[in-house]
């Protein structure tokens, strides 16, 4: 036996931790009793537990010796496998003191006082909130999400409890149906061609449910969805790429209508198979309310340009807020919904990137929404801001530590007036966030 083997057959030590911190995937961090410094997945500050040291700073939980007061038992048979969810063994009082904590200290860190203004959160039902799933199918059959930590592993999956028991009933069918009729799973590794994700998304407050299933080029029989309640609209998004694991393709219209319908507030919104909808809509809800309470104080409201405006929900949402209002967006999909969505009201849509916008009639509009994706603001856009300042700027962020920073960055030239943060994510690290910049004087 050659050393590597050994090496790698050796058991490897047991070590005492004492739990002092959460990281940024929200796993316990703390000291070992030799002195080290160790990871533990699925702890809580102030636990001292025993833990397998696997690498050099990380351990897989052996045993809880000193509980937290904070430990709840995890509502899904599947917590500690699947990827899904990382904090279900803490109570939701707790999860939500820890976003706020994170927040708080990320503002301290960027410098940005918060000193004026208090940062609560905002939160309701912890189970069943999610309005979209991306069921994989794994190439040896399962159907589930990828285990935590392990890209090349997947857990099948018999409940979630980030759904409605009725919703993943309707996945769980797609699935027996599937494999009743013997339909191929794609195999990257052997270049075998088949079903790759079921991506299955519903309006919380209309009740519709829209299928897509991502696969190469395969003919889909309709036995697939004939009959699912709820069910009104089916695509395939095509994707022959074997070299990549994307939940996304080509779409092609299979069945019912091209869209499912979502109401927030007084607005019904449709939404493509392609286009991005806020994970969450009890907590879009209140965003949305928070958004318009705070455009509703502004002292000015001549316009509003609300940058990746996705189908046009805060556009819409606040156009009688203001004289005007137009939003950018790089998606078409998305742009020719945020159209339809509009109906009538003059909000108009520009279908582009948002850093190559360059900010026609900018003297009527005062004001600005921006919503960019997890990597922030381009810095493009940054200097536009710093030296075309507006009035008001709302910032929506769903990462709030990249949030933090570009608010920083913007720290010369606005001062911030409120922050909120919102529970779109619970049972997991991540949280939303909206803040209000206002210009100073
Ligand atoms: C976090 S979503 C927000 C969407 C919208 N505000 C909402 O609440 O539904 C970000 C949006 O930005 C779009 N996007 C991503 N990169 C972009 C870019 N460079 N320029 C314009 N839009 C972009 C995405 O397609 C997505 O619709």
Known sequence: MNNDIQQKQKPQPLRVVHIETLNRK????????AGGKLTAPYTIPGEIVEVRKIRRREGVLQQILAPSPHRVQPACRHFGVCGGCSWQHIDYARQLQYKCDRVFQRFLDCAVPLDRVSLEIESADPFEYRNRMDFLWWHNGRFGLRERGKWYSAVNLEECRLLPEAVMQTALEVNRRVKELGLPYRDGKHKIPGLRYLIIRRGVFTGDIQLSFVTDSLRLPPVLWDGLEHVNSVYQLVNDNLENDNSDGEPIHLWGEPFYRERIG????????????????????????????????????????????????????????????????????????????????????????????????????????????????????????????????????????????????????????????????????????????????
């Open 26 to 33: 929200g796993q316990g961090v703390g000291k070992t009793d």
């Open 266 to 441: 007084e607005r019904e919104f449709c939404v493509g198979p392609r286009s991005f909808f806020q994970p969450n809509p009890v907590m879009a809800n209140r965003m949305v309310d928070f958004a318009r309470q705070t455009a509703a104080a502004f002292k000015t409201k001549q316009g509003l340009i609300d940058l990746y405006c996705g189908i046009g929900l805060f556009a819409l949402s606040l156009s009688d807020c203001f004289e005007k209002v137009i939003g950018v967006e790089n998606n078409a999909e998305a742009v020719a919904l945020a159209k339809r969505n509009a109906g009538g009201s003059p909000v108009r849509f520009a279908c582009l990137e948002a850093e190559k916008w360059d900010w026609p009639d900018s003297q009527d509009y005062d004001a600005l929404l921006v919503d960019p994706p997890r990597t922030g603001l381009h810095p493009k856009i940054i200097e536009t801001l710093k030296t075309k300042p507006f009035q008001n700027i709302l910032y929506v962020s769903c990462n709030p530590s990249r949030g933090v920073e570009d608010i920083a960055a913007l720290f010369d030239v606005y001062e911030l007036s409120a922050v909120k943060l919102f529970d779109q994510f619970p049972q997991t690290v991540h949280v939303e966030m909206i803040a209000h910049l206002l210009r100073k004087s």
